[in-house]
């Protein structure tokens, strides 16, 4: 593929046509606090299928993001993620215009396919235009544009609630003007011939990253899709009070992934086990004090969570990847966190009867325990790792210097 125009990647509208992209993302979430208004509409669906209407999309991404590399190779990056961006806007607002829910879940289903074009190419076209510490910077504004996206959607939704439920899908629209963006200040990227044409494997590695991120995105996306059951059922407020704490979580998300660089510089593998701490004390905050105030104070904390640990293993799965296969790792990755995404209704029901409560904060106490566990593993393998190394170090060191002395008698 050969660039239409040549990119000024030091450019600030470049940086942000290519970040536009990401903001459409997460957008299936975004419409969370208008699901306990949209539920009375519609009493005969069971609650966990109304849940799913924010999640329910992930699976077309999935099939849409593994088919994304194929199409983009036949009719270039930016036409995929052009396609992509269409779907978006067209399938997103029909749940806006058709009062039947068999057709606003079909819709749904649509959207993820729209949403799964352009997926993974939002991380490739990054990984095409930028190297090194460039790269993992920008990396870490991609992840907060999501967060950034999902927050001001969420705020959005929750003017447009007060309408009433449909209109909090004409969100859907703003792909169009996202699109024009993109397309008019970003060219096509440019691709390694060679690269492109290798096959591309997945190792264990990538595969444990995935699975990682499966793990921290079914959290973070419980928090989003039960906050405001909480907030509306358990305290007896309204979904815009739900959207405001939403907004607050992603907000916070954002904030963290615009400075994840610099807390990478300063922690390294660390994030990891941090971002799992940050969870699951925001877990426990949410269950223990069950206010508005702690509500809203928990989902900020665990919004910190996944901006750290996504953006690392996105940092650095290209690291552990098999050469040339970083678009299928990349590709890999974002399977394991729609997945997560998937089953977080499911998960956050099976949570809750383990719990045997009969409250909506109840699974996360299981939330806390889970990750509290993982955190904990995380921490003492890392410093395993680090005292093995140590340990290693002063040995070499030792072994040369003796080995200098024998050679200086």
């Known amino acids: 593929m050969t660039q239409d125009k040549q990119a000024n990647t030091n450019s600030k509208t470049f940086l942000t046509a290519i970040l536009s992209v990401s903001v459409m993302i997460t957008t299936g979430q975004a419409v969370s606090s208008a699901v306990p208004e949209m539920a009375k509409s519609f009493p005969d669906v069971p609650a966990s299928l109304m849940n799913s209407v924010v999640t329910i999309q992930q699976l077309t991404v999935v099939i849409t993001l593994l088919l994304s590399g194929w199409i983009s190779k036949k009719i270039g990056i930016k036409k995929t993620i052009a396609i992509g961006l269409i779907t978006v806007g067209i399938a997103g607002v029909i749940p806006a215009l058709v009062h039947s829910f ?27 235009f930028y190297k090194g510490a460039e790269q993992s910077k920008i990396l870490g504004y991609r992840t907060a544009t999501e967060q950034l996206g999902t927050s001001a959607l969420t705020l959005l939704v929750g003017a447009l609630v007060l309408i009433n439920w449909e209109a909090s899908f004409l969100i859907y629209l703003l792909a169009f003007p996202f699109l024009a963006f993109f397309w008019k200040f970003v060219p096509e990227p440019p691709v390694d011939k060679h690269a492109s044409a290798q096959k591309q494997k997945i190792n ?10 499966m793990v921290m995105v079914m959290c973070s996306t419980s928090v989003v899709v ?16 739900a959207s405001l704490i939403v907004t607050l979580n992603t907000f916070v998300g954002t904030m963290t992934g615009f400075v994840f660089g610099k807390i990478y510089a300063e922690l390294k593998n660390f994030v990891v086990p941090t971002g799992m701490a940050f969870m699951s004390l925001g877990s426990l905050v949410i269950v223990a004090f069950p206010n508005i105030f702690t509500v809203a104070l928990g989902a900020a904390i665990c919004g910190v969570a996944y901006p750290l640990v996504g953006s690392y293993l996105f940092s650095n799965v290209d690291n552990v990847a098999p050469e040339g296969s970083q678009n299928l790792a990349n590709s890999a990755m974002l399977v394991g966190a729609n997945l997560g995404a998937t089953i977080a209704p499911s998960v956050l029901t099976m949570f809750s009867n383990l719990n045997n409560a009969h409250t909506q904060s109840a699974p996360f106490f299981t939330l806390f ?17 680090q005292g093995a190394n140590t340990a290693k170090t002063y040995t070499t060191k030792y072994r040369r210097a003796r080995r200098n002395n024998n050679i200086n008698k």
Not at 105 to 128: E, K, Q, V, Y
Not at 204 to 209: E, F, K, N, T
């Open 102 to 128: 068999p057709i606003i879940f079909i819709s749904r289903l649509f959207l993820g396919a729209g949403i799964g074009l352009f997926n993974s190419l939002a991380i490739t076209i990054i990984d095409l």
């Open 204 to 213: 264990l590695p990538v595969l444990g990253m995935a699975a990682l991120l």
């Open 226 to 241: 039960q906050t405001p059951n909480i907030v509306v059922t358990d305290l007896g407020l309204n979904g815009t009070v």
């Open 369 to 385: 325990l889970m990750l509290a566990a993982f955190a904990a593993i995380a921490l003492a393998y890392l410093l395993g790792l």
